[in-house]
Every structure is written in structure tokens, then in C-alpha cells.
């Protein structure tokens, strides 16, 4: 039943449910993590980056609210997690202008973008714990790039 | 429009509804993520499975126990509530709590846990409250420290600190330092003196601080009613 339906339902490709349990994964080891540790690491950001290299627009924006969604954690707007919605976006229209491998791009998108939340959000952590910056993008990075190669296999 | 994409906008318009008309669907779902500690099994062995099922239950009798026991008794002029979720990320040390408007919680109060200042209600909603922790790196209150009553500030974040001590105040390791401000009952402590040092500027003394809980675990609070 679910090869018909990928055969004939372009919304249950291969690539889409692969992106859609990699964001689950990523959103569920952010969540544990944190609520463990109370140190929380931007893998959902990063599996949005990742997948925004091989998803279309309509999907990219499914999986963006489903994030939205999974860590929201008030009945309020938040900045944050707009940023969190918005930079798959940005991602899938830069995507291609990077000139180095693709990998390397995500990579690079997902520190980036990291690096300017922390900038806009916790400019002070710069200074006062750097080490909380780097280990969030370092880790987010290193899932991030095992989340494209995992969807450049599928 | 394909029938695809069709389903898909489908689906994001439940989405946006969820996330602004029921955002505790998520909640419940993150609360039960992080609770599942037994793996489930599909053994066909009936006695294995009773054996796996009173684990199970000891598990869920253990946390009732935990969250029980964080449930101290209610003094007068307190709400009880129990944390919701959590800031999944580091630029901010919040949670939310299951109490709101409706029950009389109003902004800038205090939380405790077990007797300490552990934050203050940064927002107010119907049903639930945004608290920001002392851990928050924009948490400051005056406090005062010890039985000499010193004079300084708390500075909130990952590790926070009393900076502007007087140099000459007899700041020792040990010392409870309390709230001081009229945001807060006064003298609820907040923490105790870990290490004293002097400032950069060598103006003042500065303190490292001891926590006697771990903010993780926190899953009840007490939220006062009045200042």
C-alpha cells in the first residue's frame, strides 16, 4: 500500500518521510537533551537545513511549522522560532550559490545560521560562555551533515 | 495545484491551527518523551511481560512519588503549579507553568521550589505563566547576603553570581544570600556562597553561588500571590 502510494503521491516520496523522521529525531534528541541536561542543542535547526537541500517549497514549509510546532514551548509568538522557520528558506534559495561541495554548504548554513541566532538573540554568551556557542554548533553541525548524507543516500 | 501539494496545504493549515489554537498537544507529547524510560517489548512470554509491566508500574509509581515530593505544603498566599514545558534553547532559562490569570497569577512574583527563590513570572496567560528562572541570563534582583545583611546584586545565568558586593562586607562561603526586593517576599534565599573573589575593577567583591536543586528536574513550583 505504501509503494502504491509513493508511486502515485509525490507528498509520500522517499526523501519526504526520510526528512520528516529526521526532524523527529533531531526535535526529539534537542528535547531529551535539554530536559536532562538543561543544555540544549539546535538539531532540529539542523535538520531543517539539511533537508531544505532536497525538499521543494510546499514541503520545506510543512516541516518548518511541524518544528514550530514540536518546540514550541509557550502559548505566545516567538522570535526565535520564527528564525527557526524562516532560515530553511533562505537555505533553499541559496542552496546552489555556494561554490564547494554540497555537504559543505549545509554545514555551513547550519553554523551560520546558529551563530546569528546567537547573535541576535544571546549576543552575550559571545563573551560571558562561548563554550555554550560552540558546542551547540559544533554538535548541530556534525547531525546536520549526517542528516544530508543520510538524505543524498535515500 | 496537484492532489499532493493539495494534501500538503492541507496538512500546514492543521498545523498553524495546532500551533496557535492548541500548542498543548505539543506539551503532552514532550512530556511523554521525555518521561518513557522503559522500552516497550512484544515478548510473547506472559511472565516476562507481567515482570516488564511491574517495572513499568514501579517506574510510574516512582515518578508520582518524585513529582509528590516536590509538592511541598502550600502556604498561605501561594499557588500551586506544575511545569508545562520548557525554552528549548540556551538564550533563555524559562519554563511554563499550568497556572494562570484565571487562578490569580500576576506578573513579576515570585516563584519558589522547596523554600527557594528559584524565579519570578515574566508572563501571564489564561491558563499558564512564563517563568524566568534564576538562571536566566536577564535575571537581577537586590539581595542580601548572611546574617550581616550585606548588600548586592544577583545576576542570573548559566552560572549566576552577587556581584557589587562592598569589599569590605564579611562575605564568607556558606552564606545564604536572600531576596531584598520589593518584587519578592522578603528574605526568601535564594542560594549560598560558593567562592568569594574581588572584581576586575577591584571596586567590589563578586561570589560564585551554590544551588541545593538541580533546575531540570523542577516539575512543581509554588507562585505567590502577593509581594
Given amino acids: ?154 | 495545484m496537484t492532489k499532493s501539494n493539495s494534501v500538503l496545504l492541507a496538512l500546514i493549515v492543521v498545523l498553524v491551527f495546532l500551533i496557535f489554537f492548541a500548542p498543548q498537544i505539543a506539551w503532552q507529547a514532550r512530556s511523554y518523551l521525555t518521561s518513557v524510560a522503559i522500552p516497550s517489548t512484544s515478548s510473547g512470554n506472559n511472565a516476562e511481560a507481567v515482570a516488564l509491566e511491574n517495572v513499568a508500574l514501579k517506574a510510574e509509581l516512582a515518578k508520582l512519588e518524585n513529582i509528590k515530593s516536590q509538592l511541598p505544603e502550600k502556604p498561605y498566599n501561594y499557588i500551586r503549579a506544575i511545569v508545562l514545558s520548557r525554552y528549548p534553547m540556551n538564550f533563555q532559562k524559562e519554563f511554563l507553568v499550568d497556572a494562570g490569570s484565571i487562578d490569580g497569577v500576576t506578573e513579576k512574583h515570585a516563584v519558589v521550589f522547596q523554600g527557594a527563590l528559584v524565579g519570578r513570572v515574566s508572563k501571564v496567560f489564561d491558563t499558564t505563566a512564563l517563568v524566568e528562572t534564576v538562571f536566566d541570563p536577564n535575571f537581577e534582583t537586590s539581595v542580601r547576603i548572611g546574617a550581616y545583611a550585606t548588600d548586592a546584586l544577583f545576576k542570573g545565568g548559566l552560572t549566576p553570581e552577587l556581584k557589587l558586593i562592598p569589599l569590605e562586607a564579611k562575605v564568607k562561603q556558606g552564606d545564604v544570600d536572600f531576596a531584598a526586593s520589593p518584587d519578592f517576599p522578603y528574605g526568601l534565599p535564594i542560594a549560598a556562597v560558593k567562592e568569594v573573589r574581588v572584581s576586575d575593577d577591584k571596586l567590589f567583591e563578586e561570589a560564585m553561588l551554590e544551588f541545593s536543586y538541580d533546575i531540570n528536574s523542577i516539575k512543581s513550583v509554588l507562585i505567590a500571590t502577593a509581594r
Fill in chain 1, 1 to 154: 500500500m505504501i509503494v502504491f502510494a509513493q508511486r502515485h503521491c509525490k507528498m509520500l516520496s522517499k526523501k519526504f518521510i526520510t526528512a520528516i523522521l529526521i526532524l523527529f529525531i533531531g526535535a526529539a534528541a534537542q528535547l531529551i537533551l535539554g530536559e536532562f541536561f538543561g543544555f540544549w542543542i539546535n538539531f532540529a535547526l539542523a535538520a531543517l537545513v539539511a533537508v531544505a537541500f532536497f525538499l521543494e517549497l510546499i514541503q520545506l514549509a510543512f516541516l518548518a511549522l511541524l518544528a514550530v510546532f514540536l518546540l514550541n514551548s509557550r502559548p505566545a509568538f516567538s522570535y526565535e522560532l520564527l528564525f527557526v522557520a524562516a532560515l530553511p528558506f533562505l537555505v533553499l534559495k541559496l542552496r546552489e550559490l555556494l561554490p564547494w561541495h554540497r555537504w559543505l554548504s549545509c554545514g555551513f548554513f547550519v553554523f551560520l545560521g546558529i551563530a546569528a541566532m546567537y547573535a541576535i538573540f544571546a549576543p552575550g554568551i559571545f563573551v560571558s560562555d562561548i563554550q555554550i556557542f560552540l558546542i551547540d554548533a559544533l554538535s548541530a553541525v556534525i547531525f546536520g551533515t549526517v542528516a544530508f548524507k543520510t538524505m543524498k543516500i535515500i
